[in-house]
């Protein structure tokens, strides 16, 4: 059974906080007890009473997050989820407060929700990348306090990462998404979508593709009809179906041997390549 959804839907980050600044912290204890019994009976009740013990957590963690350019809200919402499969997961014999362990999936909702939400481009797909889409402002600054340069190479060498892999990202941060229907510039009358360039086949290229397809489909069609039945059958269903047949399955179908049908495949093979072949 899924962890049921919080009743707080706030219409503004003002009434959340009023609103979850009044819920009571939960004492080690009654962590304890309340872990116990959503995992032991999945009772509903103290799974909600974990959460909301813990919302002001999750705000706290998204604050650290607020100058990726996102609404506040948006990666409160994120960690919340993140938060609710934390407390789905926890287990309360190992020792650790739930926060502790609730940490990790928080951030890493809220920093999955950042990451495919900066740009429509995938602008990090391994944890390398992940790491460095966090990382990057903070180590350039920390690099400038201490030398006043911060190149690629140098963030590379500070993150254990290449100064490539720096670069790129780089240019991946800074080219955020834009409508292609914004104008080029400031009063103008045409788009950027105006100047892209139409890349589809023009209707001769078109027309010849068509007809060049039609052609070989009508000489496969008649280099088939020249064998026997048996023999094309065995081809369309080895070769040409959508999801070949085995061996054994087509023996069997024939009540022959498997070596019997590879045979017959090969011979009806020579015969279509020499019919296909140019005169």
């Not at 919402?77 to 940490?103: C, H, S, W």
């Amino acid at each position: 059974m899924e962890i049921a959804q919080l009743s707080l839907m706030p219409d503004t980050l003002d009434r959340y906080m009023s609103e979850i600044n009044r819920l009571p912290l939960i004492s080690r204890e009654e962590e304890t007890t309340l872990a116990r019994r959503w995992r032991d009976h999945q009772d509903i009740d103290a799974a909600h009473q974990l959460i909301c013990g813990h919302l002001r957590f999750v705000v706290k963690i998204a604050n650290e997050y607020r100058s990726y350019g996102m609404r506040l809200l948006d990666l409160i919402q994120e960690g919340n989820i993140g938060l609710m499969l934390a407390v789905k997961k926890f287990d309360p014999e190992r020792g650790i407060r739930l926060i502790t362990y609730a940490v990790w999936w928080i951030r890493a909702y809220i920093q999955n929700f950042i990451i495919h939400s900066w740009s429509l481009v995938k602008i990090g797909t391994t944890q390398a990348q992940k790491k460095l889409f966090f990382k990057l402002s903070q180590a350039r600054e920390a690099i400038r306090n201490l030398t006043g340069d911060a190149d690629a190479e140098e963030i590379g060498r500070h993150l254990e990462l290449r100064g490539s892999a720096v670069e790129e990202m780089s240019g991946r941060m800074s080219g955020r998404d834009s409508s292609l229907d914004l104008e080029r510039f400031e009063g103008a009358e045409e788009t950027f979508l105006d100047h892209l360039p139409d890349e589809r086949e023009n209707q001769e290229e078109a027309l010849m593709r068509r007809q060049e397809e039609g052609r070989r489909e009508e000489t496969i069609a008649t280099a088939l009809a020249a064998l026997n039945e048996r023999e094309r059958h065995i081809v369309h269903e080895r070769i040409l179906a959508e999801v070949p047949r085995t061996l054994q399955d087509v023996a069997d179908e024939y009540g022959i041997t498997r070596e019997r049908v590879r045979q017959l495949e090969k011979n009806a093979m020579e015969k279509l390549r020499k019919l296909l072949a140019p005169a």
